[in-house]
């Protein structure tokens, strides 16, 4: 049987460059959406048309509703009979500090991004037993700074559960985490704004796409690897030298 991986938030930008990826080495991939359901189904249409003798599949939860994340692996084991491999990298990357931050906000970046994560690495090591876990944080994990308070919060959360669960869920289940930084633009700015980004950290340009699926083969073919944060950021875990 060929492996199955669940990747949230696989429909654009980095999900999708990691579905595409993984689906050129073999895998079948359910591919998770909330709202972009149009790009999913294209995603799914592209990737069977490409590889046809793999199976692909969409499906939509929203992350902000524990209601429906509580019921995504159980749908995904319906069609795909297991799961192999989980990607946490659905997002909401809201900006406010400390001081502006509503409960509103709060709630959104930590059920998305730390509370939806949870229950779905919770659910995949109850349900699928074996396998490997993938969470998507942020170079930020190693800041104080507070500009997205909350979200930053969210993170860090979120690195300490992999942390977590790699203890207690090995050593069928490994967990691990891929830090990205100055990666791709938000969507609404343009390459401008993460050319002036990358002047700020140590390799002084945008890492793009790369660094982070190398990162996501080097975690799949150690398999003595867990409990492990790979920095794709360019160094600026680092901090500035001046
Ligand atoms: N891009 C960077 O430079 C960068 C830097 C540091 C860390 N990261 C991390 O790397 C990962 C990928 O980054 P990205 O820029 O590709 O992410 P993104 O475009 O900001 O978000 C990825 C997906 O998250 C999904 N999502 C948002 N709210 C949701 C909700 N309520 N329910 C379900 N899905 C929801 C969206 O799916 P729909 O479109 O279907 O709604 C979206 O396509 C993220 O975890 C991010 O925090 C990225």
Not at 70 to 79: D, G
Not at 187 to 207: R, S, T, W
Not at 216 to 232: M, R, Y
Request: some cysteine; aromatic content about 8%.
């Amino acid at each position: 049987m060929k492996q199955t991986a669940l990747i949230t938030g696989a429909s654009r930008r980095v999900g999708k460059a990691v579905a595409e990826h993984l689906s050129g080495k073999g895998w079948n991939i359910a591919v998770h959406f909330n709202s972009s359901e149009q790009p999913a189904e294209d995603l799914v249409i592209g990737l069977a048309a490409k590889y046809p003798q793999q199976k692909f599949q969409a499906f939509k939860a929203n992350l902000s509703n524990i209601y429906e994340v509580i019921k995504l692996i159980p749908k995904v084991l319906e069609t795909f009979g297991g799961i192999h491999l989980l990607i946490n990298n659905a997002s909401v990357f809201g900006p406010g500090y400390l001081k502006s931050t509503t409960p509103e906000l709060f709630d959104e970046q930590l059920n998305v991004n730390l509370k939806a994560p949870f229950f779905l690495i919770r659910d995949f090591a109850n349900l699928c037993k074996t396998g490997n876990i993938i969470n998507f944080v942020d170079t930020r994990v190693t800041s104080n700074k507070s500009d997205f308070a909350a979200y930053s919060l969210s993170k860090k959360g979120l690195w300490d559960i992999t942390q977590m669960a790699a203890l207690e869920l090995a050593p069928n289940i490994r967990v691990n985490a891929i830090a990205p930084g100055v990666t791709l633009a938000p969507e609404n700015k343009d390459e401008n704004y993460l050319l002036n980004m990358a002047q700020n950290i140590p390799m002084k340009k945008p890492g793009g796409i790369d660094p982070i699926l190398r990162s996501v083969d080097f975690i799949l073919e150690n398999n003595h690897l867990t409990g492990q944060l790979i920095f794709a950021d360019g160094g600026e875990n680092l901090g500035r030298n001046a």
